[in-house]
């Protein structure tokens, strides 16, 4: 199974918009509305920033939004922070297993 | 809140067996949830190990299934994971995680001889 396909690194500066696309196919990302976006800044766990497609868990800013056209999904980040920067990865269901994407790095200039 | 802590040998010999546990604690193993593993190697990205639910029986990535066993054990409220035949690619950052939501810290596991 290969991984979904991301941008290796988006980068903006504070106040922009940034998103990131997840590339699968009609066997993942395409047949199910279950993507999730994850945050993880170096030597941390995962965050789930995104689930669902576009659904946040509590206690994340609605300023990371997510969307999904066909086969590929998107992550948009409004109101860039400093302490957004950190890879992302999105994440889908396979049918009978998760494939991750391969990671952006997000650098806020 | 749910909190996972991992723990296992930090170092694991070739052809070896990578065993890793996962204490749950602020939650029950025997939730509706689902309980998993993910690692990410050095320098790489993360990587789905597989998951299970209780009372269900685990899903692995296609990539790992003849090699890897995920189960809980109920009493000790906790997650195990198992590779066999491990070599220097399943060295990595290991991670529980409880319905993608609540994850422990990780534990690093390096094959080496």
């Known amino acids: 199974q290969s991984a979904l396909t991301q941008p290796r690194s988006v980068s903006g500066s504070p106040g922009q918009s940034v998103t990131i696309s997840c590339t699968g196919t009609s066997s993942d990302v395409g047949g199910y509305n279950y993507v999730s976006w994850y945050q993880k800044h170096p030597g941390k766990a995962p965050k789930l920033m995104i689930y669902d497609v576009t659904k946040w868990p509590s206690g994340v800013p609605d300023r990371f939004s997510g969307s999904k056209s066909g086969n590929t999904a998107s992550l948009t980040i409004s109101g860039l922070q400093a302490e957004d920067e950190a890879d992302y990865y999105c994440c889908s269901y396979a049918g009978s297993f998760w494939v991750f994407g391969g990671g952006t790095k997000l650098t806020v200039l | 809140q749910v909190q996972l802590q991992e723990s296992g040998p930090g170092l694991v010999k070739p052809s070896g067996t990578l065993s890793l546990t996962c204490a749950v604690s602020g939650g029950s193993i025997i939730s509706s949830t689902s309980w998993s593993w993910v690692r990410q190697p050095p320098g790489k990205g993360l990587e789905w190990i597989g998951e299970?639910?209780?009372?269900?029986?685990?899903t692995y990535n296609p990539s790992l299934k003849s090699r890897v066993t995920i189960s809980v054990d109920t009493f000790k409220n906790q997650l195990s994971l198992r590779v066999t035949s491990v070599t220097a690619a399943d060295t990595a950052m290991y991670y529980c995680?409880?319905?993608?939501?609540?994850w422990g810290r990780g534990t690093l596991v390096t094959v080496s001889s």
């Open positions: 995680a409880s319905g993608g939501l609540y």
């Open positions: 299970i639910y209780h009372g269900g029986s685990p």
